[in-house]
């Protein structure tokens, strides 16, 4: 079964707008990360988040981290159309594996 | 480029075969991850492999199999296929054991099944 499940499914915006996607899981985790898979490619690595942090940024990524709520949240800022893709978040939970949800795809309207 | 070479890139297949995925991660990672991704079920967690030794395991039907050899690379067998294991598959690598650090995606395996 899945561990993260993010949420939209899918959301379009204008360029330039701020797109937020949001991750909930079920089960005590080491650390989330957030990845974007652009159609049919490989999945690449965007931020890790520790379960001791609580936000962290790298460049136009804002990525919060809730464990109370078991919830997590990605924030591209400045949108752009190369931003374009899917969005999955990935838990690393203390049994050793690393989970994905289903996934939030992005479209950027010109 | 993430330095995790998948082979082959595309493979189309009858029901009933049997194919032979392959994986050689980053150079100096010593961690190998499997995942199916389909529309319907999303990215699915399949095996991980550390140093040659299976660390976790996750939704592997027993058609399926894997290994990390000696040399790191890595295989996953997929026997007596069905239509439903038309998908994706990806491999992953990390320097590190379990969750601890980031895991680099290869371009993944496309696998048809007629």
């Known amino acids: ?3 993260g499940e993010e949420d939209p499914q899918a959301l379009s915006i204008q360029e ?3 797109a937020t996607m949001n991750c909930s899981y079920k089960t005590s985790i080491n650390n989330l990360q957030w990845y974007r898979q652009n159609s049919g490619r490989g999945l690449v690595h965007l931020i890790l988040i520790r379960s001791n942090e609580r936000e962290k940024h790298s460049g136009r990524l804002r990525v919060t981290l809730d464990t109370s709520k078991k919830s997590s949240s990605l924030l591209i800022t400045a ?6 893709a899917s969005y999955f978040c990935a838990t690393g939970r203390r049994d050793d594996k690393i989970i994905f949800g289903k996934g939030t795809r992005l479209h950027i309207l010109p | 480029d993430s330095g995790v070479t998948q082979t082959p890139k595309h493979l189309i297949t009858a029901t009933g075969q049997r194919v032979t995925l392959r994986c050689s991660p980053r150079s100096g990672d010593l961690s ?3 995942y199916q991704q389909s529309l319907d079920q999303g990215l699915q967690f399949l095996i991980q492999y550390y140093n040659g030794e299976e660390r976790a395991k996750g939704n592997i039907l027993e058609r399926f199999s894997a290994q990390q050899f000696p040399d790191l690379h ?8 069905e239509l439903g294991d038309s998908a994706l598959y990806f491999c992953a690598s990390s320097v590190a054991p379990g969750t601890e650090g980031t895991i680099y995606f290869g371009e993944g ?3 048809t099944v007629v």
């Open chain 1, 79 to 84: 949108s752009r159309a190369a931003d374009t």
């Open chain 2, 74 to 81: 890595s295989e996953l067998n997929l026997s007596s296929l």
């Open chain 2, 32 to 34: 190998v991850y499997w």
């Open chain 1, 16 to 18: 330039g707008e701020n």
């Open chain 1, 1 to 3: 079964s899945q561990q």
């Open chain 2, 109 to 111: 395996s496309w696998l």
